[in-house]
C-alpha cells in the first residue's frame, strides 16, 4: 500500500503545540477584552451565499465555494453557491440584515475566527486564518466616542498581551484628506492611496504625485517641511492642540470636510481624555489614510515600535454604509481589526515572540511506583479544584523518563508522590499554593 | 435593483445574540476544564486532503470539498481536494502523523470547533456545527486511569453548565460484550449493534435478535429476567462490586476477552474512587455498546435524567488504532465528544435552556444629558479595570431610550449619571462592588 499523503493543504497553517499555547492566549485575552468593552463574542456561519461575497467586493477567484466530494445529482449549483467567508464584515452586514428587527442598536459585536482566501502561495501568507474584529453599528447616528473607545480597546489589548513591548496607534481622519482632494479638483480615492504610499515611497515621490494630481493648485497646499517638523514637534509632545492648530491653518482654503475632520479629530481627543488614555499610547499622523475603500472618518493603525516593518497590526476606522444593498438603509459604523494568525506567524518568525510551554498544565503529578497512582490521583483532583490545571503522568513508566516528558512540555511545577510528596518549581507562589494543598 | 437575498444557507445554524451568550459560556467552560485537566485546546485547519478522509471512513457524498468561485485554470483539482473537515478525529490523527517525531507521548489535545457534514436537511441537524473533543494518545499503551479521567471531565463539565441538573455518565466495556460474541460465534460488530439498539427496540426485540446472531448457543448466555433485575438493584444501590460479580457469573462461559472487559471495568472504577468521584454521578450499564466501530474498550455516553429522549450528550470510549494507515504505527487512545450546536440547539427547543442577556455587558452607564457623558466615560474605564464588563450608551438619546435599550438586551446593572451618579440593580454583590469604584 501505497503511503498516505498526510501532509497539510499549502496555504493552511498549522502551529506546534508551544506556540498554540500563545495563539490560545491571545485568543482568550483579546476576548476578554472584547467583551469587558461591551463587545460580545457573535458567531455566524462559515458559509454564505457567494452573490453576497461578490455584491460586496470579494474577489471571485480567491473565494472558496464548496462542493461535495462525490455529488449525486447536479443540484441548483449555481444558483445557490455556498461560500466561505473572506472576512468578518460581510457576514455582520449579512446577519444585521436578516435579525434587523430583533437587533438593538447600537448594535455590538465580536468576532474571533477563522476566513478563507484562495490567495497565491507566499510566505507568511495563509489562506486560512482567524481575523479578530469588533464593529459598532448605529441604526441613524453614531457618537465618535464609539471611534475613542477603539482606540482605548487597542491600547489595553496590547498593554495585556505585551507589557515589555512599545507600541502605538496612529490615528487620523480621511475627510481631512478628502476636503483637501475636493478643494484641489481631484477624487478623495486618488489621494488616500497617494498618500498611503507615503511611507512607502517617501516624501518626494509623495509630492510629485500630489502635484500631478490637484488641479485647483492655488487652493491646495500640502505641508511644507517647516511646517512638517513643526507637526512633528507637536506630536513628539503628545500636544495635540497644537497639532490640530498648525493643520488648520497649513492646508490652504479649508474645505468643509476638512473642517468636520478636524472637528472629529478634536472631539476624538477629547474623549480618550476623558477616558484616560495615556496620550503616549497613541498619535497623530496626518498620512494615516489605510487601503480600503469604505472608511469615510476616523482611521486607525497600530504599530510596533521597532518593528514597523511589520505593517499595521491592528487597523480599522469608520464607515458610513455597512450593507445598505443588503438592508436598504444607511447604518454608519466603526471597527477594527486584527489579522491574528498572520501577527502571530510575524512575530515567531522575527523571535519577537518565543513559546516555551508545550501544554495548558502549571503543574504535573509524577509518581515514583504504579502503586501510589491513586493517590497521585487524589492530589492532581484537589489541585483542579482550586483552578490550578493539573495533568498526572498516568502510565507506569520509569521516574526518569517522566521527568524527561515534564521538562519537553515546560510544566512548571512538578509534583513528585513516593513515600513522601514533593513540591518542584521555581514559581515561589505556586508552590505555596499547591503546599497548603497538599 | 432585486433585493438581494440575505437568507443563510440551509442547514448553516444562527444562534440569536441571547443564544449566544449561552453557546460562548458553554465554549469558555468546556474549554476550561479540558485544560484543567492537561488537555490543550490544539486547532487543526478546517482543512485536509479529501483522500485521507476518505480513507477513515467518509461519506464521499456528505463530504464538502473546496472549488473556487472562479477557476482560472484547471489546477491539479482531482489529485489534490481540499476537504473540509467532518469530524475532529481524522484531523488528529493526521496532526500526530505529521509531527510524530516532536511530539512527546501521551499526546493530550482538546478542540473546540467547527466540522461540516452535507446532511440531508432536517429539524436539528446542521452541516455546520461545534463538536468539543479530547483525547489522550499514547505510543505504546495507555493506563486505564486515562479512561477513569475522561469520566471525571464529563461530571466536571456538567455540573458547572448545569448545577440544577441532574445526568448520569454510563459506562460500559466493549470488550465483555465482544467476548460474548466470540464465545457465541457470532461477530462482535453485529452484537454491538444490536446491543446498541435495544434502548430502542427493547428487551423482547433484543432477545430475538441475539438468538438469531449466536451460533454456539450452549456457553452463551443472554441476563435473564432475574439477574437484570438483580444488576438493576446492584446498579441504584452503586454497589459496582456487586454489579461485577454478577456480571462475571451470568455470562456463560468467560471468553477471556469478557474477562479482560472486567478487569478493565474494575480498574476504572478503582480510579474513580481514588479521583473522588461521586458514584452517583455515573452508572454501569451493560447494553451501552455505542454505534462507532473503532472503539475497543471503555465505552461512554452521558444521559439528562428526565430528557433521556435527548440521546447521549457526551460521548466517547476507548480505541486502539488512532491512525496507522497514516502514521505506520498503532497508538492506542481514549476521547470523548460533545456535538455542541446540536445539544445547545435541543435545550434551547426544549427550553431546558432560557437564554436571557443579549450582551457580555454586566453594567451600563446612562447620561442623563450629553454633557456627562466625559463622566460616564471616565467610570465605565475603571469599572473596566477591575474586569467588570461595562459598556456606555454613546449617543445623546433621551434617558427613556436608553433603559429601554438597558432592559431589551437584559444587562444586570445600570448606572445612571447626572448631576449625581445611581446604581440599580437587583443583584446586591455587584451594586457593592460597583459601589466601591465610584
Redesign the interface.
Given at each position: 500500500?501505497a503511503?498516505?499523503?498526510?501532509?497539510?493543504?499549502g496555504g493552511?497553517?498549522?502551529?506546534?503545540?508551544a506556540q498554540?499555547?500563545v495563539?490560545?492566549h491571545w485568543k482568550k485575552t483579546i476576548g476578554e477584552v472584547f467583551?469587558?468593552?461591551?463587545?460580545?463574542?457573535?458567531?455566524?456561519?462559515?458559509?454564505?451565499?457567494?452573490?453576497?461575497?461578490?455584491?460586496k467586493g470579494?474577489n471571485?477567484?480567491?473565494?472558496?465555494?464548496?462542493?461535495?466530494?462525490?455529488?449525486?445529482e447536479a443540484v441548483d449549483q449555481d444558483k445557490?453557491?455556498?461560500?466561505?467567508r473572506f472576512d468578518h464584515t460581510v457576514p455582520l452586514a449579512?446577519?444585521v440584515?436578516?435579525?434587523f428587527n430583533?437587533?438593538?442598536f447600537?448594535f455590538?459585536?465580536s468576532v474571533i475566527g477563522?476566513v478563507?482566501r484562495?490567495e497565491r502561495q507566499q510566505k507568511g501568507r495563509f489562506?486560512?486564518f482567524d481575523q479578530c474584529d469588533i464593529d459598532v453599528i448605529?441604526s441613524e447616528?453614531?457618537?465618535l466616542?464609539?471611534d475613542?473607545?477603539m482606540v482605548?480597546i487597542i491600547v489595553?489589548i496590547f498593554e495585556k498581551l505585551m507589557p515589555e513591548q512599545k507600541f502605538i496607534v496612529r490615528i487620523n481622519n480621511r475627510k481631512i484628506i478628502s476636503g483637501q482632494a475636493k478643494a484641489g479638483g481631484a477624487t478623495p480615492k486618488e489621494i488616500w492611496e497617494i498618500t498611503d504610499n507615503r511611507e512607502k515611497t517617501g516624501q518626494k515621490k509623495y509630492e510629485q504625485e500630489i502635484a500631478k494630481a490637484i488641479k485647483n493648485k492655488e487652493v491646495f497646499s500640502i505641508f511644507s517641511d517647516k511646517v512638517i517638523s513643526e507637526i512633528d514637534k507637536a506630536r513628539k509632545k503628545r500636544d495635540w492642540e497644537k497639532y490640530l492648530e498648525l493643520l488648520e491653518n497649513s492646508l490652504g482654503k479649508l474645505h468643509e470636510e476638512c473642517k468636520a475632520g478636524l472637528g472629529e479629530l478634536r472631539k476624538v481627543i477629547?474623549?480618550l481624555?476623558?477616558?484616560?488614555i495615556d496620550r503616549e499610547k497613541y498619535d497623530l499622523d496626518p498620512f494615516v489614510a489605510r487601503g480600503l475603500d469604505y472608511y469615510t472618518g476616523t482611521v486607525f493603525e497600530t504599530h510596533l515600535v521597532g518593528s514597523e516593518d511589520l505593517g499595521s497590526i491592528c487597523s480599522g476606522g469608520r464607515y458610513d454604509d455597512l450593507a445598505q444593498?443588503?438592508t436598504?438603509k444607511q447604518l454608519p459604523g466603526v471597527g477594527i481589526s486584527i489579522g491574528l494568525t498572520r501577527l502571530l506567524w510575524q512575530l515567531f518568525d522575527a523571535k519577537i515572540l518565543t513559546p516555551e510551554q508545550?501544554?495548558?498544565?502549571e503543574v504535573?503529578v509524577l509518581s515514583r511506583s504504579p502503586e501510589v497512582?491513586?493517590?497521585s490521583?487524589?492530589i492532581?483532583?484537589k489541585l483542579?479544584s482550586k483552578?490550578?490545571?493539573?495533568?498526572?503522568y498516568?502510565?507506569?513508566k520509569k521516574i526518569q523518563k517522566q521527568f524527561a516528558?515534564a521538562q519537553?512540555?515546560g510544566i512548571p511545577a512538578r509534583v513528585i508522590v513516593g513515600d513522601d510528596v514533593v513540591v518542584e518549581t521555581e514559581d515561589p507562589g505556586l508552590e505555596k499554593k499547591i503546599n497548603s494543598l497538599l
Open positions: 500500500m503511503k498516505a499523503n498526510t501532509s497539510a493543504p493552511f497553517p498549522e502551529f506546534t503545540p498554540q499555547r495563539v490560545q467583551e469587558k468593552h461591551g463587545f460580545p463574542l457573535l458567531e455566524t456561519p462559515l458559509v454564505e451565499r457567494a452573490e453576497n461575497f461578490v455584491a470579494g471571485p477567484k480567491e473565494i472558496y465555494v464548496l462542493d461535495r466530494l462525490l455529488r449525486e445557490d453557491q455556498r461560500a466561505i449579512l446577519f440584515a436578516r435579525h430583533e437587533l438593538s447600537p455590538r459585536r477563522p478563507m484562495g489562506r486560512q448605529g447616528n453614531l457618537s466616542a464609539n475613542a473607545q482605548a489595553e477629547a474623549y481624555d476623558s477616558m484616560k444593498i443588503f436598504g508545550a501544554t495548558s498544565s504535573i497512582l491513586p493517590r490521583l487524589e492532581a483532583q483542579r483552578n490550578i490545571p493539573t495533568e498526572v498516568l502510565e507506569p516528558y519537553k512540555m
